[in-house]
């Protein structure tokens, strides 16, 4: 079993910056591959970015590639989000997720935290 409280979130401007973190209990997070997703109301769970056990591999959605940056602190147990240059688009609640192998696909994601919102005015 793997436990994941996720931190991070607010209400911003738009061209801010946020930093999401996700905190592991249970298994050592650097077992598994994790990844962060979004969703937004009325909509689907949406990627946005994951990365591998060791750190060596990450990937990003087209539209926060260049302005969003994950990493992980094996040591801390603790994987982050980076988010600049926010938009009024990225609103949504952000969840991340530890599995198994690194999926742009939610459902091959075991473990999920309880998601924190971000909003971002215009």
């Known amino acids: 079993q793997v436990r994941l409280v996720g931190s991070g979130g607010g209400l911003v401007q738009a061209g801010d910056s946020l930093r999401l973190s996700c905190a592991a209990s249970?298994?050592?997070?650097?077992?598994?591959?994790m990844g962060w997703f979004r969703q937004a109301p009325g909509t689907a769970r949406d990627f946005v970015a994951a990365?591998?056990?060791?750190?060596?591999?990450?990937y990003y959605a087209d539209s926060v590639k260049g302005r969003f940056t994950i990493s992980r602190d094996n040591a801390k147990n603790t994987v982050y989000l980076q988010m600049n240059s926010l938009k009024p688009e990225d609103t949504a609640v952000y969840y991340c997720?530890?599995?198994?192998?690194?999926?742009?696909?939610?459902?091959?994601?075991?473990?999920w935290g309880q998601g924190t919102q971000v909003t971002v005015s215009s």
């Open positions: 997720a530890a599995g198994r192998t690194t999926s742009y696909y939610p459902n091959d994601y075991d473990f």
């Open positions: 990365i591998s056990w060791s750190g060596g591999s990450t």
């Open positions: 249970g298994r050592p997070v650097s077992m598994v591959a």
